[in-house]
């Protein structure tokens, strides 16, 4: 699979950094099989990047994969916004762009009720993330190129 990191500079080999920011699914380096997202998320530099990679799975690597926003995937990314760390090495799933992490937030605060939530989420459309959370995990992703967007 080809996976796709939306930057400021190449990134020939990545590595997890703690941000002062909590993620959908916590630490780790994000990348998305969407190219177009990829693309959206440099473009919030002035010099945008877009790193290439193909990843092989591991099977032997504790993999988390929301096919669908469920009640377990909002919940997941409340826990990991809200700090507590998880024991996955690979998460993947739709990400709570812009206007749902707005609805997250508002889920949090207890501004909506978890049914208000899931009718304004389901108008949006579709997204990936896939996090990998360990060093083990990104020896799956192999560094094909880089390029300016």
């Not at 108008?123 to 996090?131: A, C, D, E, S």
């Not at 360990?134 to 390029?147: F, G, M, R, V």
Request: net charge negative; glycine share 4%.
């Amino acid at each position: 699979m080809t996976l796709y990191h939306g930057s400021y500079l190449p990134i020939p080999t990545p590595r997890i950094i703690e941000g002062r920011f909590t993620k959908d699914f916590g630490v780790g380096y994000y990348c998305t099989e969407l190219k177009s997202q990829a693309e959206k998320w440099a473009k919030r530099y002035e010099t945008p990047i877009v790193s290439v990679y193909e990843y092989q799975p591991n099977p032997t690597l504790k993999v988390l994969d929301f096919e669908n926003m469920t009640d377990e995937w909002l919940d997941f990314i409340v826990d990991c916004r809200s700090g507590k760390p998880h024991d996955y090495d690979i998460v993947s799933g739709a990400m709570a762009n812009d206007q749902v992490y707005n609805y997250i937030a508002d889920f949090i605060n207890g501004v909506l009720t978890r049914e208000q939530f899931w009718v304004l989420a389901k108008f949006k459309h579709p997204t990936h993330q896939i996090n990998f959370c360990t060093p083990e995990a990104l020896k799956c992703l192999t560094y094909i190129n880089s390029s300016p967007i």
